[in-house]
């Protein structure tokens, strides 16, 4: 076995923190850190490691940590030619993630999952440093999976999650959503939208590039609301389906709907106050921040998801009350008006399912993964 300490000059890093690709991964690594800081830690003691494909290169320069991005990308499960590259491009990884663990030295290495945390999370098990595995989904990702069995813990967003030596820490979101308080600041959210105070708001996203499905759905269902006085929608529609999307716009300035289009939200935030009910994807972060907050939401999971882990996030919902789920296949826009229209008609409903997300919500979890952080850095 190799020891660690000889492999270097003094330590420059007390924590790795390795994986990401999406948003999904990189901002609970993120929230670890920033939580890390806070306790005392230095920016310069946690260190980044993502993929040079991935969002991670610009999301955590702007926050402030050293980053390292490793060359390559994941291998598909089915035989591809395109598998010869990744594997080529994995042992260059392999390569880079030794060397830096050698330089870097890590007390505690933390996997977020994906691509990246892979190669660092190999050489962390063969030079013995401590592995913590922080899983967003309710079904693990594969290198969570691999990862896993070599960990001293592993922290997981959901209460049954499938990991050896799992604890229950919640996904953390950012801090901003943490201070949302849909009661004290929907009067000032909504005009910030411009959004009216005395009617039901429908908020629809469906992530930086949109849901096609979801936005489909919703553009038929709006043609059917556009006499309605006591709805208003904020749709945000995505990179790629807006310039098509908004030319089909069925609303006119005559019509007594308001039905607002944009292609990407500034303030997530303010929609989340503002909105009565949220349709959305059941990716981890949106199920995180929705239980959080406590916004009732109907939740379409993407279909063909590895694992099928959005229904299984989705389900953690629904199974508390907190939310419906509507499998793509079966949303259109007679779907999506009925379900609106029987939650819009229960106020009960409504705040029975904001309450019930508290059974979910863990707004503590960026702490609860420190507290897994901190417990190892000495193992």
């Known amino acids: ?34 939580e890390l800081q806070r ?41 591809t030619t395109d598998n010869i590259g990744a594997i080529v491009g994995l042992l260059r990884a392999l390569v880079t993630a030794f060397s830096l663990l050698r330089s870097q030295k890590p007390a505690v290495v933390v996997s977020l ?47 049954g ?14 801090a901003e959503i943490l201070a949302v308080d ?33 936005n489909n759905a919703l553009i038929g ?4 609301w556009r006499d309605r006085d006591d709805l208003a929608v904020r749709h945000v529609i995505g990179r790629r389906d807006f310039a098509e999307l908004s030319a089909r716009n069925p609303v006119t300035s005559t019509d007594a709907l308001l039905y607002q289009q944009i292609e990407y939200e500034d303030d997530m935030p303010g929609l989340y106050a503002a909105a009565d009910v949220v349709l959305c994807r059941s990716g981890a972060t ?30 953690a919902l629904v199974k508390a009350g907190a939310a419906v789920l509507v499998a793509d296949g079966d949303l259109d826009a007679d779907r999506l008006a009925e379900e609106v229209e029987r939650l819009r008609s229960a106020p009960q409903v409504l705040n029975s399912m904001a309450m019930s997300s508290g059974t979910v919500a863990r707004p503590d979890a960026a702490a609860r993964l ?4 901190e417990a190892h850095i000495s193992d």
């Open 370 to 373: 420190a507290d897994l952080v």
């Open 182 to 214: 849909r009661h004290a600041h929907r009067v000032a959210a909504r005009a910030k939208l411009r959004l009216p105070d005395d009617v039901f708001v429908l908020a629809v996203f469906g992530g930086s590039l949109g849901a096609l499905r979801i």
């Open 1 to 34: 076995m190799v020891d660690l300490d000889q492999l270097g000059s003094s330590p420059v890093t007390r924590v790795l923190i390795t994986g990401g690709g999406t948003a999904g991964h990189v901002l609970p690594g993120i929230a670890i850190a920033n």
């Open 113 to 159: 999952g994906g691509y990246a945390s892979v190669p660092c999370a190999v050489w962390a098990a063969v030079l013995r440093v401590p592995i913590v595995v922080a899983e967003q989904n309710a079904v693990p990702g594969l290198a969570n999976k691999l990862i896993g069995r070599f960990a001293k813990a592993c922290g997981v967003s959901f209460d």
């Open 286 to 315: 949106s199920v995180a921040e929705l239980a959080v907050i406590g916004i009732p939401a109907i939740l379409v999971p993407l279909p063909g998801a590895p694992g099928d882990h959005q229904t299984a996030n989705a389900m």
């Open 221 to 224: 269902a709006v043609a059917g």
């Open 39 to 79: 306790r005392g830690f230095a920016a310069a003691d946690l260190h980044f490691v993502g993929s040079e494909r991935g969002v991670e290169k610009r999301l955590v320069p702007s926050a402030g940590y050293p980053l390292t991005l490793l060359p390559g990308r994941g291998i598909q499960r089915r035989p």
């Open 161 to 174: 999650v499938d990991l050896p030596r799992a604890v229950w820490t919640g996904n953390p979101v950012r």
